[in-house]
């Protein structure tokens, strides 16, 4: 079994992590399964049966065509889903059972480096599955996603739970001969180890019992959560009837509404979605306060509405059984569980830095509020600012101190120029070059595809797809996943990748103009697949992004940064009527507002990750998500005048799958480190150093998890990273947060 063949990495401004959806397939199951009818069910097919199904199922076929073979999206059905993951499966399954029965001595070759050619079908399934999951979802599939979520759980349990397997690995990890064995070896050799004693491989029968379970039910919980969010984002909305309530709201917002209307069948209205692409460019904008109090409401209340989609239960659930797993694991709580293989090793490191954060955060928030009430004031509007009035005063405060305003800057981002913006920025440090192909199948047409080759030689590197736009049947928010992971176990495999995000379509014929944040999160995505494509390792499991969650975000906010370097500003960033640059006094206001409502983003991060931290380390107390969130809030001193970025009924994150859960504080933990990894350029004198950028390319975005991430990053910086650049970045003080950084305690890897 392969820990991550599937890579998807989500982003801090999406509202729902796609990792999640995968994740719950790949790990857990529903409530009242019966473990042995699963284990009937999936082992019962052979080997060849499983192949002889290939015939009629194209999703069990080998990838075909050029570039080593591409996924076949242009055949996929529904049906064909779950007959081909049951057969990849049992393939699996009969391919481990021939490692654990194994009659020769345990070696890495012929156990270790055996699992990892393990399940090829199966990651091929699961690549097209977790697009549909993700990006193609709709009744048919949520049917299978239910049934064979639980199915996927046991199966993964049924490998980790496998003893003679285990005792195979375990003597590869204790043998004196491991000393021999390459770095990477050893380390995957540790990986291997490490994964199955976390997932319960010591523990007595009953208890594995209990513990696939609980990872069943989990598996079936995580599922009615991501479920119900979705239909909470999709069967809600805003409906505007009439010009005047559309006061405030630039041009092609009102476009995108006109259009989401007569999509859903109401043409003359406008129509704001219940989703954050939707609502926070209307809570900027609108000048009707009611309305934007309405439009927040609906929002901040996605499965908090005691209806059939109310996912506060689910989420009790959720945290008992996670808590009942981690004392069976022999953790305190969950979130030690969590932590004991991050880079942060344990919560209490996790929190201080947070709390490091936090005050300054707070102070800043309250400066913000102050600047909005007294603008507010000077307008004669005689309010107390409430959550739905921070994005819309904010905007005003921004034009008003800055003289920058969004719209005016949105002019000069067009998607397709910032892409080939982007093209160039690879070019430059990794020395990629892009080329459109078509010879390549899609499952929506809005789908593109780049040929990824070495600028100087031409060597192929790998692909890269883009789903831009936002559809109906898309999760919200932004992510890369890998359909291939690079890897040369049996013979170079190069990687697919692809970035995926929700840009509204502007009208036929007109380039899309996105937003500067907009612009940074396609930046941001663009990093999760540069790490992807500049992987350079031997072991698919330590491929491209499958490092720990608290390193993963590095290189893709590090990458962020680029986009506001002059070159690319001056090459890319061009009037979309006009062609021409962006004036260097815009560029010098931006940069002037660069630390601006940071007091805001801040909170409204670090409130959630607070409140997924500490509802991990409650323990098996009953919980309440309402009082909890409400009460937790309260002894943080959370300004009223914002929410969470994600409330616990909505947060997808934690609540979706367990891959993010107690894992929220990843976003800045791993900012700690782009923005200290980025000062390494600043002190070189450019963005686009040679020296570093390979430096950067051999230690960080090349090596996968090869290597304990503290040690890479020694690698490539020469020390630990420091906090100060962070606080730098945000415009906080410095001063207070010295004893805090993500300075990791010495990895448990005995991998060098
Ligand atoms: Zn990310």
Redesign the pocket.
């Known amino acids: 079994m392969k820990f991550k063949s599937i890579a998807i ?3 801090l401004s999406s509202c729902l992590a796609p990792t999640q959806l995968i994740q719950a397939q790949m790990n857990r199951a529903e409530n009242g399964f019966n473990l042995k009818y699963n284990m009937e069910s999936t082992t019962q097919l052979t080997t060849a049966e499983a192949i002889s199904t290939a015939v009629d199922n194209p999703l069990l076929a080998g990838w075909k065509g050029a570039f080593g073979g591409t996924p076949l999206f242009d055949l996929v059905k529904v049906a064909d889903f779950k007959p081909a993951l049951e057969s990849g499966m049992a393939e699996r399954l009969s391919e481990v059972e021939r490692i654990a029965k194994n009659p020769a001595a345990p070696t890495f070759e012929n156990t270790i480096a055996a699992m990892e050619r393990t399940g090829r079908t199966l990651d091929r399934v699961q690549a097209v599955y977790g697009v549909w999951s993700s990006a193609m979802n709709n009744a048919e599939f949520q049917l299978v996603e239910r049934e064979m979520s639980p199915k996927l759980a046991a199966f993964s349990d049924k490998i980790t739970q496998n003893e003679a397997l285990f005792r195979r690995i375990e003597a590869v990890y204790n043998s004196p001969a491991k000393s021999r064995l390459t770095s990477e070896q050893q380390r995957l050799t540790w990986l291997y180890h490490t994964n199955f004693v976390r997932a319960g491989a010591r523990l007595k029968p009953d208890a594995k019992m209990r513990l696939s379970q609980i990872n069943q039910q989990l598996a079936g919980l995580f599922t009615r959560f991501s479920q119900n969010q979705l239909a909470d984002e999709s069967e809600r909305f805003l409906v505007l009837k009439s010009e005047a309530e559309l006061a405030g709201l630039p041009q092609s917002l009102r476009d995108a509404a006109a259009e989401e209307a007569t999509a859903k069948k109401m043409p003359g209205a406008w129509m704001v979605t219940n989703t954050r692409s939707s609502v926070d460019p209307f809570l900027t904008y609108s000048d009707r306060r009611e309305l934007r109090e309405k439009a927040w409401k609906m929002f901040v209340n996605r499965g908090d509405n005691g209806d059939a989609h109310d996912n506060n239960a689910i989420i009790t659930e959720i945290l008992q059984l996670r808590a009942e797993r981690a004392k069976l694991l022999g953790y305190p709580t969950h979130a030690h569980w969590r932590l004991d293989d991050k880079m942060a090793k344990t919560p209490e490191r996790t929190m201080k830095l947070m709390e490091a954060v936090w005050k300054p955060a707070v102070a800043r928030v309250r400066e913000e509020v102050a600047d909005m009430q007294a603008l507010a004031k000077k307008e004669g509007a005689d309010i107390k600012i409430e959550p739905w009035d921070y994005r819309y005063y904010a905007e005003k405060v921004r034009k008003d101190r800055y003289d920058l305003d969004q719209n005016e800057v949105k002019q000069y981002l067009q998607l397709d120029k910032l892409r080939e913006g982007m093209f160039w920025v690879a070019g430059e440090l990794f020395n990629f070059n892009f080329t459109p192909v078509t010879n390549v199948a899609v499952y929506h047409p809005d789908v593109r595809v780049w040929e990824v080759k070495n600028k100087t030689t031409g060597k192929h590197i790998g692909l890269w797809y883009f789903d831009p736009f936002a559809r109906e049947g898309k999760s919200s928010g932004a992510w890369m996943n890998a359909y291939r992971n690079q890897e040369r176990v049996d013979g170079s495999i190069t990687t697919i990748v692809s970035n995926n995000s929700n840009f509204v379509k502007g009208k036929p014929g007109e380039p899309v103009l996105i937003s500067w944040d907009d612009a940074t999160t396609l930046f ?1 995505e663009f990093g ?1 697949a540069l790490h992807g494509l500049s992987s350079n390792v031997t072991y698919p499991s330590l491929s491209g992004t499958s490092v720990a969650t608290d390193y993963v ?1 590095f290189p ?1 906010q590090i990458l962020e940064r680029w986009i506001s370097t002059p070159e690319v500003l001056q090459k890319f960033a061009v009037h979309y009527r006009t062609g021409k640059p962006i004036p260097q006094n815009l560029v010098d206001r931006i940069e002037r507002a660069s630390a601006f409502n940071q007091g805001f983003a801040t909170v409204e991060y670090l409130s959630s990750a607070l409140v997924d931290m500490k509802m991990h380390l409650a323990g098996a107390q009953k919980i309440d998500p309402d009082a909890f969130e409400r009460n937790t809030l309260a002894e943080l001193g959370m300004p009223s005048e914002l929410v969470m970025r994600h409330r616990t009924p909505q947060f997808g994150h934690v609540f979706s799958g367990d891959g993010y859960s107690a894992g929220y504080y990843s976003y800045i933990w791993s900012d700690v480190i782009s923005a200290d990894a980025y000062d390494a350029f600043v002190e070189a004198g450019s963005p686009y150093d040679k020296a570093v950028a390979e430096r950067l390319r051999k230690y960080v975005f090349s090596v996968g998890n090869t290597i304990d991430p503290a040690d890479a990053y020694r690698a490539f910086r020469g020390r630990d990273p420091k906090i100060e650049a962070l606080m730098r970045k945000r415009g906080f003080p410095v001063n207070d947060s010295k004893k805090a950084k993500p300075t990791p305690a010495k990895s448990k890897a005995k991998s060098r």
Do not use: K
């Open positions: 990495v989500g982003l941001h999760h975000e893709s």
